[in-house]
């Protein structure tokens, strides 16, 4: 079965939730037509000049050229729209889901009962499962379609929008939230032995070290692999009391406050809003996703 096609039975099983999707059949649509509009534009300048006209490195004359308007006024806006949609619903959609889990003192006493008493345990890790495919087949979606860009173009272009998008954090595989789900998942899976066996939300998933240092490793698919450090760019130790900024890097709380020149009593919150993040330099300390 094509990509295409399956996505779209994907998400048509997702249409009581009303996510956001990678327009994945439009935007080949717009694929298609550039494509077409090249040739009748080559034919007819074909048709003007006697000489053979073979402008591509790949002797085609149904090559779309390098840019044009169709799809930089077109496909790259529309996709970073889709995806930023796609992203943003996924963050909102896992931090609702992770602070019912991760509630502490008496609200997580609360909560536990609440949801003991109306069964919504396996809801709750089913709506993580659901969330887990979401991030995995959309990340696949957005990889397909610049594939396809850069095959009908014969050009990178499809990939350079790729690591812009990675750079302004729009990368849902970089969602700090999708690391917490990880984090989630193997705490979780070591009291497997205590009953909880619902709770696989990912395959392949483990805490690995390298060189003596941490990292999460999952594999979310045959071509989808996440490696997420867990060392302090800091301190340069394990990463404890973690807080992600919205840039995706990871610190310890105190040395994050050390670096916004705040104390741990006052947070990150009050940190300056033009204080930088230590590792990219992005005015986003007192950004925090969790």
Sequence with gaps: ??????????????????????????????????????????????????????????????????????????????????MSEVVGCFNKRAQKLLDVHLATGFRKYYVWCKDKLQGKHGALVKEGKDLVSYAIINAIAMRKILKKYDKIHYSKHGQAFRSQVQSMHMDI??????????????????????????????EGCSLVFNEGKPSLSCELSDTLKLEIGLTCSICLDTVFDSVALTCGHIFCYMCACKSGSVT????????????????????????LCY
């Design 1 to 82: 079965m094509k990509f295409c096609k399956k996505y779209q039975e994907y998400m048509q099983t997702q249409d009581q939730k009303k996510l956001p999707a990678v327009g994945f059949k439009n935007l080949k649509k717009i694929l298609k037509r550039c494509r077409t509009d090249t040739i009748l534009s080559q034919n007819s300048r074909r048709s003007q000049s006697p000489s053979p006209l073979n402008d591509s490195p790949h002797g085609s004359s149904a090559i779309c050229p390098h840019h044009c308007a169709v799809c930089d006024g077109t496909f790259f806006p529309s996709l970073f729209k889709e």
């Design 264 to 287: 741990i009593v006052d947070g990150l919150k009050a940190a300056e809003p033009t204080s930088k993040c230590p590792l990219c330099r992005e005015a986003c300390l007192n950004n």
């Design 173 to 202: 595989l970089q969602s700090p939230w999708l690391c917490e789900l990880i984090a989630f998942h193997i705490n979780l899976r070591e009291r497997k032995g205590k009953g909880i066996r619902s709770s696989e939300l990912f």
